[in-house]
């Protein structure tokens, strides 16, 4: 019964969030609404936004509020310039046990970043992420979304990162936007 119970409020949550101003419902719930998973084919960033969009045939099955790079204008040309890189990538692993709360990695570099980076000399960087808060709760930021923190990546809160976990497969397409 406990279970039950937690599961119901854990729906609850799910559609508030979905509802809530900026959010987009679901096509179809997610398993633990007790239906299908819908799965995003498209993840959406959108830099100056501060917004991730997880798409399907083009349309908003959510929206997350995020935190990119501590210095999120331009494209990332180096390691440690503090950028979240800009163009098309794909998610191309997973890791739950990762220094954040669950981690999707995105292929960058790509050939195009690295060439950018060795005509000037220095490494691309790499190891770019969408991620939850940092796992070692000392290290956590209850501003997370008020200011761009990460050395790169996108953050969103754990909650949300459940939910991009469940909707987006590895081999799905990420688009990153000024």
Same mark, same amino acid.
Do not use: F
């Given at each position: 019964?406990?279970?039950?119970?937690?599961?119901?409020?854990?729906?609850?949550?799910? #559609?508030?969030?979905?509802?809530?101003?900026?959010?987009?419902?679901?096509?179809?719930?997610?398993?633990? #609404?007790?239906?299908?998973? +819908?799965?995003? !084919?498209?993840?959406?960033?959108?830099? =100056?936004?501060? @917004?991730?969009?997880?798409?399907?045939?083009?349309?908003?099955?959510? =929206?997350y509020k995020v935190a990119l790079g501590r210095e999120p204008v331009g494209r990332k040309q180096i390691a440690g310039d503090g950028r979240t890189p800009?163009?098309?990538?794909?998610? +191309?692993? @997973?890791?739950?046990?990762?220094?954040?709360?669950?981690?999707?990695?995105? =292929?960058?570099?790509?050939?195009? +970043?690295?060439?950018?980076?060795?005509?000037?000399?220095?490494?691309?960087?790499? *190891?770019?992420?969408?991620?939850?808060?940092?796992? !070692?709760?000392?290290?956590?930021?209850?501003?997370?979304?008020?200011? !761009?923190?990460?050395?790169?990546?996108?953050?969103?809160?754990?909650?949300?990162? *459940?939910?991009?976990?469940?909707?987006? @497969? !590895?081999?799905?397409?990420? @688009?990153?936007?000024?």
């Open positions: 019964m406990l279970l039950r119970r937690l599961s119901l409020t854990a729906a609850a949550i799910l #559609l508030a969030t979905a509802c809530a101003p900026g959010g987009h419902e679901p096509s179809q719930p997610y398993p633990e #609404l007790a239906g299908p998973l +819908d799965y995003a !084919d498209l993840v959406l960033v959108k830099k =100056s936004e501060r @917004r991730l969009y997880l798409l399907k045939n083009g349309k908003p099955l959510r =929206s800009e163009g098309n990538y794909v998610i +191309d692993r @997973r890791n739950p046990n990762s220094r954040y709360y669950k981690a999707l990695h995105i =292929s960058y570099p790509e050939v195009p +970043d690295r060439i950018r980076a060795a005509q000037i000399g220095a490494s691309p960087g790499g *190891d770019i992420l969408i991620h939850g808060q940092p796992s !070692d709760p000392r290290k956590a930021k209850p501003y997370l979304q008020s200011i !761009d923190w990460t050395e790169g990546c996108i953050a969103v809160h754990n909650r949300e990162m *459940d939910e991009i976990w469940l909707a987006v @497969r !590895d081999g799905t397409p990420i @688009r990153i936007e000024p």
